[in-house]
């Protein structure tokens, strides 16, 4: 799940490089600390193998879509709203994990993290995207 990339951050406009590089870190930790949630979860969850089977098999299929969809360097590169809906059930399924391990205010400052984060990535891309181009002229108004 690593992203940090200095060809990406490379990318991203020189201003705003250093915010570009401590969003991805951000990144980076969230997609950790979701795995480390889904762990934790699944090990509290239910009794006898279940515990074990929900402690090692969450954090596995969650590795297993990112790194299918959701990864820099991704097997299967499906479009953006697939890709933000394997990272909703990823990210989102960690907050999730710390809701249901019985840590609310966690689980929301979580998800509010995992959606300011979302949110300032695509700023980043569609800056990144549009960086190149000439100004769009204005149009004249007609008279």
């Known amino acids: 799940m690593a992203r940090n990339d ?3 951050t490379a990318a991203a406009p020189a201003g705003l490089r ?14 950790l600390a979701a795995l480390a949630a889904l762990a934790w ?3 509290r969850t239910g009794e006898g193998a279940t515990p074990f089977l929900l402690g090692l098999g969450a954090p596995a299929l969650a590795i ?3 790194s299918l ?5 991704a097997r299967l590169r499906p479009g953006l709203p697939w890709v933000l809906l394997v990272k909703t059930l990823v990210l989102g399924g960690g907050a ?3 809701y249901g391990a019985g840590h609310p205010a966690a689980a929301v400052t979580m998800a509010v993290l995992v959606i300011a984060n979302t949110a300032m990535a695509e700023t980043f891309r569609l800056t990144r995207a549009t960086a190149g181009r000439p100004p769009r002229p204005n149009p004249s108004p007609d008279r």
């Open 6 to 8: 200095s060809a990406r």
């Open 18 to 31: 250093p915010w570009y590089a401590a969003n991805e870190l951000l990144a980076f930790l969230l997609e």
């Open 41 to 43: 979860w699944g090990f």
């Open 64 to 66: 297993t879509l990112w």
């Open 69 to 73: 969809f959701a990864a820099p360097k």
């Open 96 to 98: 999730a994990a710390v």
